[in-house]
């Protein structure tokens, strides 16, 4: 028994489903999207949606796949938008997403410019001779200093 839990859970680790895992047929895709066959291949053509396919050349929708379809039905159907226009909206989309992650990527590496530059300076302090005496700067005082030299003796 314990042996079949070990490879049941190894089995689950290797194939884990995600919302971009390829699993639809277009006959599913269809149905889940509210549209016809042909208009999925037909948004396949113009590339507004585009599925994996597998050796045989058969197309594989995923669940992103899907929510994209009903996207694209909704900006035409609902807000009139043409084909080439939802086209453009998808690919303005997708470089958002690219350039967001590109920023978070970014930030990240000048936090972690920031954290070693504070580790580099406290290693720096931290090498300073402690036998030597800091030099303090003097603040001028009021008082006045009469130096008389001694006189001769005769």
């Known amino acids: 028994m314990d042996g079949r839990r070990r490879q049941s859970s ?5 194939y884990q489903l995600t919302e971009e895992t390829p699993v639809y047929v277009i006959s599913v895709a269809a149905q889940l ?11 396949d053509r113009l590339g507004l949606v585009s599925p994996d396919r597998t050796a045989g050349r ?8 899907i929510e994209l379809l009903r996207q694209v039905q909704q900006l035409s159907q609902d807000e009139g938008i043409n ?5 453009r909206i998808i690919e303005l989309e997708n470089q958002v997403a690219a350039l967001q992650a590109r920023v978070a990527e ?5 936090d972690g410019a920031a954290t070693a530059m504070r580790q580099r ?12 005496v800091p030099y303090q ?13 001694k006189r001769p003796t005769d």
Do not use: C
Request: charged fraction near 20%; proline fraction near 3%; aromatic fraction near 8%.
């Open 83 to 87: 084909l080439a226009g939802i086209k």
């Open 58 to 65: 058969g197309r594989r929708y995923s669940a992103r796949d």
């Open 137 to 149: 700067d003097v603040q001028q005082a009021s008082a006045l200093v009469v130096w008389r030299p």
């Open 121 to 132: 300076e406290a290693q720096v302090h931290a090498s300073y001779r402690r036998d030597l």
């Open 106 to 110: 970014l930030s990240a590496a000048v």
């Open 33 to 43: 999207s509210g549209l016809h066959p042909q208009t999925l291949r037909q948004y």
């Open 10 to 14: 190894s089995f689950t680790r290797a």
